[in-house]
Protein backbone atom coordinates (compact mmCIF):
# COMPACT_ATOMS: atom_id res chain seq x y z
CA UNK A 1 0.00 0.00 0.00
CA UNK A 2 1.42 3.52 -0.93
CA UNK A 3 2.31 5.49 2.12
CA UNK A 4 -0.18 8.37 1.08
CA UNK A 5 -2.62 5.69 1.28
CA UNK A 6 -1.65 4.39 4.54
CA UNK A 7 -1.38 7.90 5.71
CA UNK A 8 -5.17 8.93 4.79
CA UNK A 9 -6.46 5.94 5.71
CA UNK A 10 -4.68 6.41 9.29
CA UNK A 11 -5.84 10.08 9.19
CA UNK A 12 -9.35 9.11 8.81
CA UNK A 13 -9.33 6.36 11.68
CA UNK A 14 -8.22 9.29 14.01
CA UNK A 15 -11.04 11.25 12.68
CA UNK A 16 -13.68 8.73 13.36
CA UNK A 17 -12.39 8.29 17.08
CA UNK A 18 -12.20 12.05 17.59
CA UNK A 19 -14.60 13.75 19.74
CA UNK A 20 -16.45 15.62 17.02
CA UNK A 21 -17.77 11.91 15.37
CA UNK A 22 -17.30 9.48 18.27
CA UNK A 23 -20.76 9.39 19.22
CA UNK A 24 -21.45 7.77 15.78
CA UNK A 25 -24.70 9.59 15.64
CA UNK A 26 -23.72 10.45 12.04
CA UNK A 27 -23.89 6.88 11.34
CA UNK A 28 -27.60 6.55 11.90
CA UNK A 29 -27.93 9.75 9.56
CA UNK A 30 -26.16 7.92 7.17
CA UNK A 31 -28.15 4.69 7.59
CA UNK A 32 -31.44 6.37 7.20
CA UNK A 33 -29.96 7.76 3.98
CA UNK A 34 -28.86 4.22 2.44
CA UNK A 35 -32.73 3.37 3.56
CA UNK A 36 -34.03 6.20 1.89
CA UNK A 37 -31.97 6.06 -1.22
CA UNK A 38 -33.07 2.12 -1.42
CA UNK A 39 -29.48 1.24 -1.06
CA UNK A 40 -30.08 -2.27 0.55
CA UNK A 41 -30.93 -5.81 -0.24
CA UNK A 42 -33.12 -8.32 1.44
CA UNK A 43 -33.78 -6.33 4.19
CA UNK A 44 -30.09 -5.54 4.88
CA UNK A 45 -28.23 -2.66 4.26
CA UNK A 46 -25.52 -2.82 1.31
CA UNK A 47 -22.80 -1.28 3.16
CA UNK A 48 -22.03 -1.79 7.05
CA UNK A 49 -18.68 -0.22 6.91
CA UNK A 50 -17.96 3.27 7.55
CA UNK A 51 -15.12 4.25 5.15
CA UNK A 52 -15.25 4.01 1.64
CA UNK A 53 -12.28 2.13 -0.04
CA UNK A 54 -9.92 4.29 -1.37
CA UNK A 55 -7.80 3.71 -4.39
CA UNK A 56 -4.54 6.19 -5.74
CA UNK A 57 -5.34 8.17 -8.98
CA UNK A 58 -2.19 5.65 -10.21
CA UNK A 59 -3.79 2.82 -9.28
CA UNK A 60 -7.09 3.94 -11.00
CA UNK A 61 -5.51 4.80 -14.38
CA UNK A 62 -3.46 1.31 -13.98
CA UNK A 63 -6.70 -0.65 -13.88
CA UNK A 64 -8.32 1.50 -17.01
CA UNK A 65 -5.26 0.97 -18.67
CA UNK A 66 -5.18 -2.87 -17.93
CA UNK A 67 -8.94 -3.32 -18.12
CA UNK A 68 -9.33 -1.49 -21.77
CA UNK A 69 -6.66 -3.74 -22.96
CA UNK A 70 -7.40 -7.05 -21.54
CA UNK A 71 -11.26 -6.06 -23.38
CA UNK A 72 -9.74 -5.40 -26.52
CA UNK A 73 -8.03 -9.40 -26.23
CA UNK A 74 -11.07 -10.70 -24.93
CA UNK A 75 -13.38 -9.27 -28.35
CA UNK A 76 -10.37 -10.67 -30.24
CA UNK A 77 -10.63 -13.93 -28.42
CA UNK A 78 -14.19 -14.03 -28.88
CA UNK A 79 -13.96 -13.82 -32.39
CA UNK A 80 -11.33 -16.04 -33.31
CA UNK A 81 -13.24 -18.67 -30.90
CA UNK A 82 -16.68 -18.21 -32.71
CA UNK A 83 -14.45 -18.52 -36.57
CA UNK A 84 -13.14 -21.66 -35.30
CA UNK A 85 -14.75 -24.96 -33.66
CA UNK A 86 -12.17 -26.05 -31.85
CA UNK A 87 -11.64 -23.11 -30.01
CA UNK A 88 -15.02 -22.93 -29.52
CA UNK A 89 -15.35 -26.36 -27.97
CA UNK A 90 -12.32 -25.80 -25.63
CA UNK A 91 -15.47 -23.13 -23.78
CA UNK A 92 -17.42 -25.68 -23.08
CA UNK A 93 -20.78 -24.08 -24.10
CA UNK A 94 -23.89 -25.74 -23.63
CA UNK A 95 -25.48 -26.70 -27.26
CA UNK A 96 -27.87 -23.71 -26.45
CA UNK A 97 -25.44 -21.18 -25.60
CA UNK A 98 -23.61 -22.41 -28.65
CA UNK A 99 -26.81 -21.87 -30.77
CA UNK A 100 -27.46 -18.17 -28.78
CA UNK A 101 -23.57 -17.06 -29.46
CA UNK A 102 -24.14 -17.80 -32.91
CA UNK A 103 -26.19 -15.05 -33.54
CA UNK A 104 -25.05 -11.33 -34.28
CA UNK A 105 -26.39 -8.76 -31.30
CA UNK A 106 -26.24 -6.12 -34.29
CA UNK A 107 -23.88 -4.03 -32.67
CA UNK A 108 -20.35 -3.54 -32.60
CA UNK A 109 -19.15 -5.58 -29.42
CA UNK A 110 -20.14 -8.23 -27.90
CA UNK A 111 -20.41 -6.94 -24.20
CA UNK A 112 -21.86 -3.43 -23.35
CA UNK A 113 -21.41 -3.66 -20.09
CA UNK A 114 -18.82 -5.46 -18.23
CA UNK A 115 -17.13 -5.68 -14.50
CA UNK A 116 -13.77 -7.22 -13.81
CA UNK A 117 -13.36 -8.58 -10.10
CA UNK A 118 -9.07 -7.44 -9.60
CA UNK A 119 -7.22 -7.30 -6.47
CA UNK A 120 -4.69 -4.36 -5.95
CA UNK A 121 -1.59 -4.68 -3.68
CA UNK A 122 1.24 -3.11 -3.25
CA UNK A 123 1.63 -1.65 -6.61
CA UNK A 124 0.21 -5.25 -8.32
CA UNK A 125 -3.15 -5.90 -9.66
CA UNK A 126 -4.24 -9.43 -10.56
CA UNK A 127 -7.43 -10.12 -12.29
CA UNK A 128 -9.34 -12.66 -10.61
CA UNK A 129 -12.83 -12.84 -12.74
CA UNK A 130 -14.99 -11.19 -15.79
CA UNK A 131 -18.16 -10.88 -15.50
CA UNK A 132 -19.38 -10.58 -18.87
CA UNK A 133 -23.07 -11.70 -18.74
CA UNK A 134 -25.01 -9.41 -16.48
CA UNK A 135 -23.05 -7.71 -14.18
CA UNK A 136 -24.11 -5.76 -11.09
CA UNK A 137 -23.14 -2.80 -9.19
CA UNK A 138 -23.15 0.81 -10.96
CA UNK A 139 -26.19 2.39 -9.49
CA UNK A 140 -25.43 0.56 -5.92
CA UNK A 141 -22.13 1.89 -6.08
CA UNK A 142 -22.90 5.36 -7.06
CA UNK A 143 -25.74 6.13 -4.76
CA UNK A 144 -23.47 4.92 -1.84
CA UNK A 145 -20.73 7.25 -3.54
CA UNK A 146 -23.17 9.91 -3.52
CA UNK A 147 -23.87 9.57 0.75
CA UNK A 148 -20.87 8.56 1.22
CA UNK A 149 -18.88 12.26 -0.24
CA UNK A 150 -21.01 14.01 1.51
CA UNK A 151 -21.06 12.29 5.36
CA UNK A 152 -19.10 14.54 8.35
CA UNK A 153 -16.01 12.03 8.42
CA UNK A 154 -15.28 12.63 4.54
CA UNK A 155 -15.99 16.13 4.44
CA UNK A 156 -13.58 16.42 7.38
CA UNK A 157 -11.27 14.18 5.43
CA UNK A 158 -11.95 16.26 2.24
CA UNK A 159 -9.95 19.31 3.99
CA UNK A 160 -6.98 17.29 3.24
CA UNK A 161 -6.92 15.42 0.44
CA UNK A 162 -8.63 15.43 -3.11
CA UNK A 163 -11.73 12.93 -3.35
CA UNK A 164 -13.23 11.89 -7.10
CA UNK A 165 -16.51 10.25 -7.11
CA UNK A 166 -16.65 7.22 -9.83
CA UNK A 167 -20.08 7.17 -10.83
CA UNK A 168 -21.32 5.23 -13.96
CA UNK A 169 -25.20 5.51 -14.38
CA UNK A 170 -24.78 8.16 -17.10
CA UNK A 171 -22.22 6.41 -18.76
CA UNK A 172 -24.02 3.14 -18.70
CA UNK A 173 -27.05 4.85 -20.41
CA UNK A 174 -24.85 6.36 -23.14
CA UNK A 175 -23.00 3.27 -23.52
CA UNK A 176 -26.47 1.34 -23.78
CA UNK A 177 -28.10 3.73 -26.60
CA UNK A 178 -25.06 4.38 -28.64
CA UNK A 179 -25.09 -0.04 -28.95
CA UNK A 180 -29.21 0.62 -30.03
CA UNK A 181 -27.91 3.07 -32.86
CA UNK A 182 -25.93 0.89 -34.21
CA UNK A 183 -28.59 -1.96 -34.33
CA UNK A 184 -30.96 0.15 -35.86
CA UNK A 185 -29.49 2.60 -37.33
CA UNK A 186 -31.29 5.57 -36.65
CA UNK A 187 -31.76 8.33 -34.02
CA UNK A 188 -35.50 7.25 -32.84
CA UNK A 189 -35.70 6.84 -29.00
CA UNK A 190 -35.70 3.53 -27.73
CA UNK A 191 -38.33 2.32 -25.48
CA UNK A 192 -36.27 0.59 -22.44
CA UNK A 193 -37.50 -2.77 -20.86
CA UNK A 194 -35.45 -4.51 -17.99
CA UNK A 195 -35.47 -8.00 -17.68
CA UNK A 196 -35.52 -9.71 -14.18
CA UNK A 197 -36.76 -12.41 -12.45
CA UNK A 198 -40.09 -12.76 -11.13
CA UNK A 199 -39.63 -12.42 -7.54
CA UNK A 200 -40.16 -15.89 -5.49
CA UNK A 201 -42.28 -14.09 -2.82
CA UNK A 202 -45.36 -11.19 -2.68
CA UNK A 203 -42.81 -8.79 -2.74
CA UNK A 204 -42.10 -6.07 -6.06
CA UNK A 205 -38.35 -5.23 -4.96
CA UNK A 206 -36.01 -5.41 -7.53
CA UNK A 207 -33.00 -3.82 -5.76
CA UNK A 208 -30.59 -1.85 -8.17
CA UNK A 209 -33.19 -2.60 -11.43
CA UNK A 210 -35.65 0.32 -9.73
CA UNK A 211 -32.74 2.73 -9.51
CA UNK A 212 -31.95 2.22 -13.10
CA UNK A 213 -35.87 2.09 -14.25
CA UNK A 214 -36.16 5.54 -12.25
CA UNK A 215 -32.55 6.87 -13.66
CA UNK A 216 -34.05 6.02 -17.53
CA UNK A 217 -37.46 7.53 -16.82
CA UNK A 218 -35.71 10.98 -14.99
CA UNK A 219 -33.40 11.16 -18.42
CA UNK A 220 -36.64 10.74 -20.19
CA UNK A 221 -36.94 7.02 -21.64
CA UNK A 222 -40.44 4.84 -21.41
CA UNK A 223 -38.86 2.26 -19.02
CA UNK A 224 -40.47 -0.55 -17.74
CA UNK A 225 -39.35 -3.50 -16.04
CA UNK A 226 -40.80 -6.52 -17.03
CA UNK A 227 -40.07 -10.79 -16.46
CA UNK A 228 -39.67 -13.19 -19.33
CA UNK A 229 -43.29 -14.65 -18.33
CA UNK A 230 -44.76 -11.64 -19.71
CA UNK A 231 -43.49 -11.11 -22.86
CA UNK A 232 -45.01 -12.01 -26.52
CA UNK A 233 -43.51 -11.70 -29.93
CA UNK A 234 -45.81 -10.96 -32.32
CA UNK A 235 -45.64 -9.10 -36.05
CA UNK A 236 -41.98 -8.30 -35.28
CA UNK A 237 -42.13 -6.59 -31.78
CA UNK A 238 -41.54 -7.47 -28.43
CA UNK A 239 -44.11 -6.45 -25.97
CA UNK A 240 -44.81 -6.97 -22.17
CA UNK A 241 -48.85 -5.78 -22.35
CA UNK A 242 -49.15 -2.93 -24.45
CA UNK A 243 -45.41 -1.73 -23.95
CA UNK A 244 -43.26 -2.20 -26.89
CA UNK A 245 -39.90 -2.84 -26.43
CA UNK A 246 -37.08 -1.46 -28.68
CA UNK A 247 -34.00 -1.92 -26.21
CA UNK A 248 -33.77 -4.97 -23.61
CA UNK A 249 -32.13 -4.87 -20.36
CA UNK A 250 -30.46 -8.40 -19.68
CA UNK A 251 -30.40 -7.96 -15.82
CA UNK A 252 -30.32 -12.17 -15.31
CA UNK A 253 -27.83 -14.20 -16.61
CA UNK A 254 -28.35 -16.91 -19.63
CA UNK A 255 -28.20 -19.81 -17.18
CA UNK A 256 -30.71 -18.56 -15.16
CA UNK A 257 -32.80 -18.06 -18.39
CA UNK A 258 -32.27 -21.68 -19.71
CA UNK A 259 -32.94 -23.31 -16.62
CA UNK A 260 -36.55 -21.85 -16.76
CA UNK A 261 -37.40 -21.89 -20.75
CA UNK A 262 -35.82 -23.13 -24.24
CA UNK A 263 -35.35 -21.44 -27.73
CA UNK A 264 -38.85 -21.49 -28.25
CA UNK A 265 -39.33 -18.27 -26.10
CA UNK A 266 -40.63 -14.92 -27.55
CA UNK A 267 -37.14 -12.97 -25.95
CA UNK A 268 -34.96 -15.23 -28.28
CA UNK A 269 -37.15 -15.32 -31.05
CA UNK A 270 -37.51 -11.15 -31.16
CA UNK A 271 -33.57 -11.64 -31.02
CA UNK A 272 -32.58 -13.97 -33.48
CA UNK A 273 -35.27 -12.09 -35.70
CA UNK A 274 -32.96 -8.96 -35.09
CA UNK A 275 -36.30 -7.27 -33.45
CA UNK A 276 -34.94 -6.28 -30.46
CA UNK A 277 -31.63 -4.77 -29.08
CA UNK A 278 -30.50 -6.97 -26.05
CA UNK A 279 -27.61 -5.83 -23.85
CA UNK A 280 -25.77 -7.67 -22.94
CA UNK A 281 -26.18 -10.38 -25.88
CA UNK A 282 -26.20 -13.76 -25.51
CA UNK A 283 -22.97 -13.89 -27.07
CA UNK A 284 -21.68 -12.66 -24.03
CA UNK A 285 -21.23 -15.94 -22.69
CA UNK A 286 -18.32 -16.94 -24.72
CA UNK A 287 -16.32 -14.36 -22.41
CA UNK A 288 -18.51 -15.24 -19.07
CA UNK A 289 -16.64 -18.98 -19.20
CA UNK A 290 -13.36 -19.12 -17.04
CA UNK A 291 -12.45 -21.08 -19.80
CA UNK A 292 -11.77 -18.11 -22.14
CA UNK A 293 -8.73 -17.53 -19.67
CA UNK A 294 -7.25 -20.33 -20.82
CA UNK A 295 -7.42 -19.19 -24.49
CA UNK A 296 -6.05 -15.77 -22.98
CA UNK A 297 -3.37 -17.19 -21.11
CA UNK A 298 -1.81 -19.37 -23.81
CA UNK A 299 0.47 -17.54 -25.84
CA UNK A 300 0.64 -19.84 -29.20
CA UNK A 301 -2.92 -18.25 -29.49
CA UNK A 302 -2.36 -14.73 -28.87
CA UNK A 303 0.99 -13.80 -30.41
CA UNK A 304 -0.14 -12.01 -33.14
CA UNK A 305 -1.85 -9.84 -30.63
CA UNK A 306 -0.63 -6.39 -30.22
CA UNK A 307 2.24 -5.97 -27.92
CA UNK A 308 0.20 -4.10 -25.50
CA UNK A 309 -2.73 -6.67 -25.04
CA UNK A 310 -0.03 -8.88 -24.71
CA UNK A 311 1.28 -7.60 -21.84
CA UNK A 312 -1.78 -7.09 -19.96
CA UNK A 313 -2.74 -10.60 -20.29
CA UNK A 314 0.68 -11.78 -18.98
CA UNK A 315 0.99 -9.10 -16.02
CA UNK A 316 -2.77 -9.25 -14.69
CA UNK A 317 -4.42 -12.26 -15.99
CA UNK A 318 -3.62 -15.57 -14.11
CA UNK A 319 -2.15 -18.49 -15.88
CA UNK A 320 -5.81 -20.74 -16.59
CA UNK A 321 -6.37 -24.15 -18.17
CA UNK A 322 -9.50 -26.39 -18.99
CA UNK A 323 -8.94 -29.18 -16.44
CA UNK A 324 -8.42 -32.66 -18.75
CA UNK A 325 -5.85 -34.64 -19.46
CA UNK A 326 -2.87 -34.15 -22.07
CA UNK A 327 0.39 -32.01 -22.23
CA UNK A 328 0.08 -27.92 -21.63
CA UNK A 329 2.40 -25.40 -21.60
CA UNK A 330 3.18 -23.93 -18.13
CA UNK A 331 5.83 -20.92 -17.72
CA UNK A 332 7.61 -21.74 -20.92
CA UNK A 333 7.76 -25.32 -20.75
CA UNK A 334 5.50 -28.40 -21.75
CA UNK A 335 3.88 -30.41 -18.26
CA UNK A 336 1.26 -33.16 -17.69
CA UNK A 337 -1.79 -30.52 -16.16
CA UNK A 338 -3.29 -33.13 -14.20
CA UNK A 339 0.03 -34.62 -12.84
CA UNK A 340 1.46 -31.41 -12.34
CA UNK A 341 -1.69 -30.07 -10.57
CA UNK A 342 -1.77 -32.76 -8.58
CA UNK A 343 2.17 -32.27 -7.29
CA UNK A 344 1.54 -28.69 -7.10
CA UNK A 345 -1.71 -27.86 -5.00
CA UNK A 346 -0.41 -24.98 -3.27
CA UNK A 347 0.39 -23.09 -6.22
CA UNK A 348 -3.44 -23.81 -7.84
CA UNK A 349 -7.03 -23.11 -7.37
CA UNK A 350 -9.88 -24.81 -9.38
CA UNK A 351 -13.01 -23.41 -10.00
CA UNK A 352 -16.43 -24.04 -12.34
CA UNK A 353 -16.04 -22.95 -15.72
CA UNK A 354 -19.65 -21.07 -15.30
CA UNK A 355 -20.19 -19.26 -12.15
CA UNK A 356 -23.71 -20.35 -12.08
CA UNK A 357 -23.44 -23.89 -11.41
CA UNK A 358 -24.04 -25.17 -8.09
CA UNK A 359 -20.24 -26.31 -8.31
CA UNK A 360 -17.86 -25.20 -5.28
CA UNK A 361 -14.20 -23.91 -5.85
CA UNK A 362 -11.14 -25.82 -3.89
CA UNK A 363 -7.63 -23.43 -2.94
CA UNK A 364 -5.24 -26.20 -3.12
CA UNK A 365 -3.11 -24.53 -0.30
CA UNK A 366 -6.35 -24.65 2.12
CA UNK A 367 -6.66 -28.59 1.46
CA UNK A 368 -4.65 -31.64 2.50
CA UNK A 369 -2.69 -33.94 -0.70
CA UNK A 370 -6.05 -36.16 -0.41
CA UNK A 371 -8.18 -33.71 -0.55
CA UNK A 372 -7.02 -31.68 -3.16
CA UNK A 373 -6.53 -34.81 -5.37
CA UNK A 374 -10.13 -35.76 -4.46
CA UNK A 375 -11.00 -32.22 -6.03
CA UNK A 376 -8.80 -33.22 -9.26
CA UNK A 377 -11.05 -36.20 -9.92
CA UNK A 378 -14.33 -33.84 -9.42
CA UNK A 379 -13.19 -31.12 -11.92
CA UNK A 380 -12.37 -34.09 -14.58
CA UNK A 381 -16.45 -34.82 -13.82
CA UNK A 382 -17.83 -31.23 -15.17
CA UNK A 383 -16.22 -28.29 -16.57
CA UNK A 384 -13.78 -26.98 -14.07
CA UNK A 385 -10.95 -24.72 -14.36
CA UNK A 386 -7.12 -24.73 -12.92
CA UNK A 387 -5.59 -21.45 -12.36
CA UNK A 388 -2.55 -19.99 -10.51
CA UNK A 389 -3.74 -18.70 -6.95
CA UNK A 390 -4.02 -15.00 -6.73
CA UNK A 391 -2.94 -13.65 -3.15
CA UNK A 392 -6.24 -11.69 -2.27
CA UNK A 393 -5.72 -7.73 -0.93
CA UNK A 394 -6.74 -7.21 2.54
CA UNK A 395 -7.26 -3.91 4.20
CA UNK A 396 -8.72 -3.01 7.95
CA UNK A 397 -11.66 -1.43 8.03
CA UNK A 398 -14.02 0.48 10.36
CA UNK A 399 -17.94 -1.25 10.51
CA UNK A 400 -20.81 -0.41 12.48
CA UNK A 401 -21.52 -3.81 14.85
CA UNK A 402 -24.28 -3.86 17.40
CA UNK A 403 -24.44 -0.21 18.26
CA UNK A 404 -20.40 0.19 17.95
CA UNK A 405 -18.14 0.68 16.01
CA UNK A 406 -14.75 -2.17 15.33
CA UNK A 407 -12.07 -2.78 12.99
CA UNK A 408 -12.17 -5.56 10.86
CA UNK A 409 -9.31 -7.17 8.27
CA UNK A 410 -11.40 -7.28 5.14
CA UNK A 411 -10.54 -9.10 1.94
CA UNK A 412 -10.95 -6.30 -0.56
CA UNK A 413 -11.95 -7.40 -4.48
CA UNK A 414 -12.18 -4.04 -6.63
CA UNK A 415 -14.57 -4.38 -9.55
CA UNK A 416 -14.14 -1.51 -11.83
CA UNK A 417 -17.21 -1.15 -14.33
CA UNK A 418 -16.42 -0.57 -18.45
CA UNK A 419 -19.18 0.25 -20.88
CA UNK A 420 -18.40 -0.31 -24.48
CA UNK A 421 -14.71 -1.05 -23.89
CA UNK A 422 -14.32 1.63 -21.77
CA UNK A 423 -13.32 1.78 -18.20
CA UNK A 424 -15.40 4.71 -15.90
CA UNK A 425 -16.82 3.08 -12.85
CA UNK A 426 -15.94 1.03 -10.16
CA UNK A 427 -16.96 -0.07 -6.48
CA UNK A 428 -15.69 -2.68 -4.27
CA UNK A 429 -16.54 -5.63 -2.57
CA UNK A 430 -15.46 -6.75 0.77
CA UNK A 431 -15.90 -9.72 2.87
CA UNK A 432 -14.26 -11.85 5.64
CA UNK A 433 -13.04 -14.25 2.75
CA UNK A 434 -13.46 -16.42 0.71
CA UNK A 435 -15.05 -19.05 2.93
CA UNK A 436 -17.74 -16.26 4.05
CA UNK A 437 -18.35 -13.95 1.06
CA UNK A 438 -22.26 -13.60 1.97
CA UNK A 439 -21.92 -13.56 5.80
CA UNK A 440 -23.16 -10.17 7.58
CA UNK A 441 -19.56 -9.13 6.98
CA UNK A 442 -19.42 -8.25 3.68
CA UNK A 443 -20.78 -5.90 1.17
CA UNK A 444 -20.18 -3.43 -1.60
CA UNK A 445 -18.14 -0.44 -0.38
CA UNK A 446 -17.88 3.18 -2.36
CA UNK A 447 -15.03 3.94 -4.16
CA UNK A 448 -12.96 7.01 -4.41
CA UNK A 449 -9.50 7.87 -6.02
CA UNK A 450 -7.96 9.84 -3.09
CA UNK A 451 -5.36 12.38 -3.79
CA UNK A 452 -3.54 14.95 -0.97
CA UNK A 453 -3.78 18.50 -1.72
CA UNK A 454 -0.73 20.25 -2.78
Known amino acids: MSSHLEEAISRYNKILEGPAHKD ?11 EAERLSAGGRLL ?14 ESMVKTGEALISAIDRMEQMALASPVLLSKLQLLPAEKMLAAVDPGYHVAEVTTR ?5 SNGSLHVVQYNADSPTGVAYGEGLSEIFYDCPPVKELRKRYHLTRLGGKKQFLAALLKAHKQFSGGNKKPNIAILVLRPSFSSSVH ?5 FCEY ?5 FSTELVTPEQLEYRNQVLRSGTFEIDLMLRRI ?3 EFLVRFDLSHPLVQAYRDHAVCLVNSFRSELAHKKALFG ?8 AKFPAVERKAIRDHVPWTRLVAAGKTAYRGRSVDLLEYIQQHREKFVLKPNDDYSDEHSY ?3 DLDQMAWERAVRQAQRSPYVVQTRVEPAKSVFPMFSYGHMEYREMQVDVHPQAFLGKVSSCSSWLSAGAASAYSSWAGLAPTFIIEPKS
Open 295 to 302: LLTDEALT
Open 253 to 255: SLQ
Open 47 to 60: CPFLRPNFVTRRQY
Open 363 to 365: IGS
Open 24 to 34: LSWVKTLHDQM
Open 116 to 120: FDLHL
Open 216 to 220: FRQEG
Open 207 to 211: GENDL
